[in-house]
Nanobody, 123 residues
Framework: QVQLVESGGGSVQAGGSLRLSCAAS????????MAWFRQAPGQEREWVAL????????AYADSVKGRFTFAQDNAKDTLYLQMNSLQREDTAMYYC????????????????WGQGTQVTVSS
């Protein structure tokens, strides 16, 4: 059973940084496509970033490219999303998701989701 638990969200001023964590059940991050999605109030959930299993291959949405970065700690079965230069537009609930290969950015390809962690960026 795949379980995902996000943490690390909070409130930050524009230009600041946060690191989100996604603690996964054992083996998940090395055998599944791992992705981050976000959903702002009144908007549809959108893809943010994904990583292919067992590789360092990643992809990022244009809106976060150059500001957000994946990292992982295999010993802790934890995935991280380092978010720098945060903007008000980054305010959303952030979700960690796991899915089977091949990896896509559409949420329908992910069948395991965490409960989300809120990120609020103020100017």
């Amino acid at each position: 059973q795949v379980q995902l638990v996000e943490s690390g969200g909070g409130s930050v001023q524009a230009g600041g940084s946060l690191r989100l964590s996604c603690a996964a059940s054992s083996g998940t991050i090395n055998y599944h496509c791992m992705a981050w999605f976000r959903q702002a109030p009144g908007q549809e959930r959108e893809w943010v970033a994904l990583r292919w299993p067992g590789t360092s291959n990643t992809a990022y949405a244009d809106s976060v490219k150059g500001r957000f970065t994946f990292a992982q700690d295999n010993a802790k079965d934890t995935l991280y999303l380092q978010m720098n230069s945060l903007q008000r537009e980054d305010t959303a609930m952030y979700y960690c998701a796991a899915g089977d290969t091949p990896c896509y950015s559409r949420e329908t390809f992910y069948n395991h989701w965490g409960q989300g962690t809120q990120v609020t960026v103020s100017s």
